[in-house]
T-cell receptor, first 111, second 109 residues
Framework: DAGITQSPRHKVTETGTPVTLRCHQTENHRYMYWYRQDPGHGLRLIHYSYGVKDTDKGEVSDGYSVSRSKTEDFLLTLESATSSQTSVYFC??????????FGPGTRLTVL | KNEVEQSPQNLTAQEGEFITINCSYSVGISALHWLQQHPGGGIVSLFMLSSGKKKHGRLIATINIQEKHSSLHITASHPRDSAVYICAVTPNTGNQFYFGTGTSLTVIP
């Protein structure tokens, strides 16, 4: 299994509070991704990174920001959480476009 | 718009049955992927295909590039095959995956 962890694994927070999710890899892979998974939708890309300090938006980036100051860490921040951001968040890593390895997921509930 | 469509959305089978899950896509691709997600969340890659057919144990994946269609077959299904199966594609341009909404498979003993 690829060395990829997410923290926290579960979080309950209130509307309007800031939230940061962390993805950590030990594989030294170049690309890192944040997805959200909701019923009735496939995995949807929030942001991705193609190197340290190099990030780009995905299809559902509104309300989210990311940072990657080290190869191994990719942070996803919800500046002011809303109930529509209740979801399961997955981090993924890849060295090429051909295979992504997924983290275990973070279940976020915004009340 | 949905670049990747899967069918059926839900599937219930008796143990031992032959199962087929279908995936159609609308973009030019460099590869197609089949992923498996068990209850509890973990997502693992089963296959990556760019042409033809691949087999791993009881799982077979095929792709028809001209028709923009792929199928995942499970032979002699078993309750441990119960999971959500997700089709994803890597388009010719960009570095992203597009995902289908998944097929939820339940195999009854």
């Amino acid at each position: 299994d690829a060395g990829i962890t997410q923290s926290p694994r579960h979080k309950v927070t209130e509307t309007g509070t800031p939230v940061t999710l962390r993805c950590h890899q030990t594989e030294n892979h170049r690309y890192m991704y944040w997805y959200r998974q909701d019923p009735g939708h496939g995995l949807r890309l929030i942001h991705y990174s193609y190197g340290v300090k190099d990030t780009d938006k995905g299809e559902v980036s509104d309300g989210y920001s990311v940072s990657r100051s080290k190869t191994e860490d990719f942070l996803l921040t919800l500046e002011s959480a809303t109930s529509s951001q209740t979801s399961v968040y997955f981090c993924a890593i890849s060295e090429s476009i051909h295979t992504q390895y997924f983290g275990p997921g973070t279940r976020l509930t915004v009340l | 718009k949905n670049e990747v469509e899967q069918s059926p959305q839900n599937l219930t089978a008796q143990e031992g049955e032959f199962i087929t899950i279908n995936c159609s896509y609308s973009v030019g691709i460099s590869a197609l992927h089949w992923l498996q997600q068990h209850p509890g969340g973990g997502i693992v890659s089963l296959f990556m295909l760019s042409s033809g057919k691949k087999k791993h144990g009881r799982l077979i994946a095929t792709i028809n590039i001209q028709e923009k269609h792929s199928s995942l077959h499970i032979t002699a299904s078993h309750p441990r095959d119960s999971a959500v199966y997700i089709c994803a594609v890597t388009p010719n341009t960009g570095n992203q995956f597009y995902f289908g909404t998944g097929t939820s498979l339940t195999v009854i003993p």
